[in-house]
């Protein structure tokens, strides 16, 4: 095993020792900084899984692949049949989530396959803003905290969120999110100044950094670094 001793560890002296408050050499529960059980009247807690018909964001520019759940142009949020009919809300309106952080215009599918009191936006939806600063077209990181999971882990809480719904009524036209940007006519680029890139330095420490990596090291650092964060090497 990965761990200090190479054994299975329900205790980690090592990051016990590091002494992070919101993170204890075992595991326990801590109560979420967001969560339905601090969850003010009317609020819902928002999940934002991975979505079916791409890959997070690419391919939402597909006009053909929206065409197969998109709600009037917007992301689809599943909402339970309870707290649809609360709120005045059918299947195919269009409705606003929102909170402190902002708020963002999505197309209702109202289901029983989801719980009461939470609703669910997939993640990865490309912005576009309106004229109140709403996105109108359901990105979820629009409602998403920048809280960490942990002072050590420093990752996401994106399924740790609370937003109230209500039905949108003043829609400013159709999400934009696809069209292309206009093209700007001789346009004069400024030149790169190498030296100020230190684009050098960058080259030598990258060749220092996959000199002793073993193949499997070197490809995870080349091709998964693209996307994920790179770890430690010994890791």
């Not at 902002?102 to 004229?131: K, N, Q, R």
Request: glycine content about 8%; hydrophobic content about 35%.
């Amino acid at each position: 095993m990965h761990t200090d001793s190479g054994k299975i560890e329900m205790f980690s002296e090592s990051i016990s020792g590091m002494d992070i408050e919101d993170c204890p050499g075992m595991p326990v529960w801590m109560e979420k900084h967001e969560y339905l059980g601090n969850a003010k009247e009317g609020q819902l807690h928002v999940v934002s899984p991975h979505p079916w018909y791409r890959l997070h964001s690419q391919m939402d520019q597909s006009e053909k692949l929206r065409g197969l759940y998109k709600i009037q142009g917007r992301e689809p949020v599943r909402i339970n049949t309870q707290d649809a009919a609360d709120r005045g809300i059918e299947n195919g309106d269009l409705v606003e989530l929102y909170n402190d952080r902002g708020t963002v215009i999505v197309g209702a599918v109202i289901s029983d396959d989801i719980m009461p009191g939470v609703v669910s936006l997939y993640e990865g939806a490309w912005p576009s803003l309106d004229s109140k600063g709403r996105c109108n077209s359901g990105l979820v990181n629009f409602l998403t905290s920048t809280q960490r999971s942990s002072g050590l882990a420093q990752a996401t809480t994106a399924n740790t969120v609370l937003c109230e719904m209500r039905k949108c009524e003043d829609a400013e036209g159709p999400n934009m999110a696809y069209e292309k940007p206009a093209i700007i006519e001789n346009m004069e680029i400024a030149a790169i100044d190498d030296e100020a890139v230190g684009a050098e330095r960058l080259e030598a420490l990258t060749e220092a950094l996959y000199a002793d990596m073993t193949p499997g090291e070197k490809m995870f650092f080349e091709r998964c670094t693209v996307c994920h964060a790179p770890r430690d090497v010994t890791h």
